[in-house]
């Protein structure tokens, strides 16, 4: 038989799917996969039942989206950011963030070109680079305050650099970035001609006095930045698979025509309770995030009693924090230590080396998701004081 495709072929399994299924066969708590495991919010599950009721929302949704997602998505923009999105001709409902960023990657991307990574970085930008035909180069993200090296940012800037993949609120490292930075990162991204990709999933998810700024929002960055984000972290229902992709008309109409062929369109029932979902915000937003904010203390003062050294994250619902020195002169690095974790304690992490491909510094952390009850994070934070 001939070959399947070469770029396919060396693409492995997700770490998520990996740990969440060793957590299960452990029967671990799972700390690993970044969902809830309490129950979302009930608007979203009535507005559910609603959509199941009417007739319009049984049959194929318009390929950009449904009319009452688009408008409620472009009032979002606007009341929150002062960002002025056409809702007919610069939002596209995907499915999930991770459909917009493969549909962005496919838009605009042709093999010898080049994109930026930063590293730690979300495992499908990698990939989707890749499966477009691109040249990657990276740029880390070092602990323990995870910015940026200018002089390293700046070197991996070339001509050829087409695109560059920024996600903030930043998973894993929770760093919800300045807008000196985003400055910084847009002054390069305009001298080079380059598009940013700015996911933004976790952008309700910023704790303390820290709050997001969407890098669109900045004069000069709306017509070469793709703002994605996505309904499941925000409404507490990861599987409803409604994201969204805001750009330029261009940029849009080039993505539309990869969405099409791809999925085409992406269930009305779902994009109707994301826009039911949307216009809770004013009272369910500040409830969102103190409801997270004290799960992030719970876990962040519970790994400080035990030998690893949480990092304090400014938004998203991960906590990295530090292997002691112990087990590392030991031999461990993070993917050992985890395996360990869960079969001896019980409690399933992540580790983050998957998330970088040129620094070993992921080797020295481990990935704690904290968007669970109470009772489980608590339950975790015993077992792992136990290990120790
Ligand atoms: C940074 C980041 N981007 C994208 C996604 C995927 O979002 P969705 O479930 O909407 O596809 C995730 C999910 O964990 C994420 O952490």
Redesign the pocket.
């Known amino acids: 038989m001939k070959e399947i495709n070469s770029k396919v072929a060396s693409i492995e399994e997700s770490i ?1 799917s990996q740990m969440t299924s060793l957590a299960n066969q452990h029967r671990a708590i799972n700390l690993a ?3 809830p495991n309490f129950e979302g919010p009930k608007f979203i599950r009535n507005a559910l039942k609603e959509a199941v009721s009417k007739k319009a929302y049984g049959q194929y949704a318009p390929m950009p989206g449904i009319s009452p997602l688009l408008q409620e998505l472009k009032n979002h923009y606007r009341e929150s950011y002062q960002l002025y999105y056409d809702e007919k001709s610069e939002i596209t409902i ?8 493969m549909v962005s990657s496919l838009a605009l991307l042709e093999p010898g070109d080049e994109v930026i990574l930063f590293e730690p970085f ?1 495992d ?1 930008y990698p990939i989707s680079a890749k499966l477009a035909g691109a040249d990657i180069k990276v740029v880390t993200l070092r602990e323990p305050d995870f910015k940026w090296n200018s002089q390293e940012l700046r070197a991996a800037f070339s001509p050829k650099t087409k695109l560059v993949y920024f ?1 903030n609120p ?3 490292t929770g760093r919800v970035f300045t807008k000196e930075e985003l400055n910084e990162l847009l002054a390069l991204a305009r001298e080079f001609d380059a598009y940013i990709l700015s ?1 933004e ?2 952008e309700f998810l910023t704790y303390d006095n820290h709050h997001h700024i969407p890098i669109a929002s900045l004069e000069g960055a709306k017509e070469r930045t793709l703002t ?6 925000t409404y507490g229902h ?1 599987g ?4 969204w992709l805001a750009a330029s008309p261009q940029i849009t109409h080039a993505c539309r025509m990869v969405h099409q062929f791809n999925v085409f369109s992406v269930n009305p029932m779902a994009q109707y309770a994301v826009a039911v979902g949307l216009q809770q915000n004013e009272k369910y937003i500040p409830q969102l995030r103190s409801t997270y904010e004290k799960k992030r203390d719970l876990l962040f003062n519970a790994l400080k009693e035990t030998p690893f050294t949480p990092i304090k994250p400014q938004g ?1 619902y ?1 906590i990295l924090a530090k292997i002691p020195e112990a087990k590392i002169s030991e031999g461990l690095n993070d993917l050992a230590l985890c395996k360990q974790l869960i079969t001896q304690s019980k409690v399933a992490t992540i580790p983050p080396s998957a998330f970088y491909s040129k620094s070993q510094e992921g080797a020295l952390f481990l990935r704690f998701c904290f968007a669970k009850d109470d009772a489980t994070l608590e339950e975790a934070a015993k077992n792992l004081k136990s290990f120790f």
């Open positions: 998520f996969q970044g969902f995907t499915n999930g963030a991770t459909e917009a960023i979300y499908s996600n930043n998973n894993p996911d999933v976790y994605i984000s996505s309904a499941g972290k990861t409803l698979k409604v994201g998203t991960f």
